[in-house]
Nanobody, 124 residues
Framework: QVQLVESGGGLVQAGGSLRLSCAASGRTFSGYAKGWFRQTPGKAREFVATISGSGSSTYYADDVKGRFTISRDNAKNTVYLQMNSLKPGDTAVYYC?????????????????WGQGTQVTVSS
C-alpha cells in the first residue's frame, strides 16, 4: 500500500550535516510509525531513530542521540532524518521504513515497508 523513496544522501566531511528525506505514497502513511535504519557491508541492519504514528513519541540509538533528529511532515507525506555533527562511523546505507500498526519499534522485522536506501559517506 505504501512506496517509500529516499533521497539526500551523499559525501560530507566529519562535523558536517545532511538531511535525509523519505517520501511516501499512500493516504494512510500519516498514521504509520516511521523508522530510520542503517547498514554497512557484512553487518545486520541496525536501528537509528523512530517516530510513532501520532508523532508523540521518538526514540534514538544511543550513538546518535543529540546529533540526529527524526521528524515528519504529514502534509508532504515525508519523514526526515536531520543528521548533524556527522562522524566517519556514521557511514552506511540509510533506509527508511514504515510500520502499519503505528507503534514505534526498534526492530527491523516489525516494519512493513522499506525504501531503497541512500548512501551516506562521512570523510575524515
Amino acid at each position: 500500500q505504501v512506496q517509500l523513496v529516499e533521497s539526500g544522501g551523499g559525501l560530507v566531511q566529519a562535523g558536517g550535516s545532511l538531511r535525509l528525506s523519505c517520501a511516501a505514497s499512500g493516504r494512510t502513511f500519516s498514521g504509520y510509525a516511521k523508522g530510520w535504519f542503517r547498514q554497512t557491508p557484512g553487518k545486520a541492519r541496525e536501528f537509528v531513530a523512530t517516530i510513532s504514528g501520532s508523532g508523540s513519541s521518538t526514540y534514538y540509538a544511543d550513538d546518535v542521540k543529540g546529533r540526529f533528529t527524526i521528524s515528519r511532515d504529514n502534509a508532504k507525506n515525508t519523514v526526515y532524518l536531520q543528521m548533524n555533527s556527522l562522524k566517519p562511523g556514521d557511514t552506511a546505507v540509510y533506509y527508511c521504513a514504515a510500520r502499519v500498526s503505528g507503534v514505534a519499534d526498534t526492530v527491523p522485522r516489525k516494519y512493513d515497508y522499506w525504501g531503497q536506501g541512500t548512501q551516506v559517506t562521512v570523510s575524515s
